[in-house]
């Protein structure tokens, strides 16, 4: 429970604008929110809680990869696909894990270039 309240209490950097990002095993996502311990996506294929990824930060933002885990997922909607198909659209929770010092010095400098004010504009990011 200790753990869950310290995650609650990570500042989260709301990003202005869309910030896109790829996931692994490639899906690609919008970075919603981003935190040292973690981040909220929203992304078109489901992500089960408890998989392992990988998140790709843009070169805008400095091209950092970082292991993550998913923690939730829901469905916020859908949307139709340029072939006229309804998809289902999801949120995620993901939570960051092993991260070295110089992956945290990393992710501490794009979150500093994406508080408000701090520039990046569009950008794609990987799962």
Known sequence: MDELLQRRQTVRIPIVGRLAARARPSLDVQLLDLSLAGA???HL???RPGLRCTLEFPVATGSLVVSARVVWSNVIGTEQSPA???LLRYQSGLEFVGLTAKQQAALVSI???LTPGGGVGDARLSL
């Open 40 to 42: 909220r996506i929203e």
């Open 45 to 47: 294929d489901l992500l």
């Open 84 to 86: 006229g198909e309804r």
């Open 111 to 113: 979150l500093e270039r």
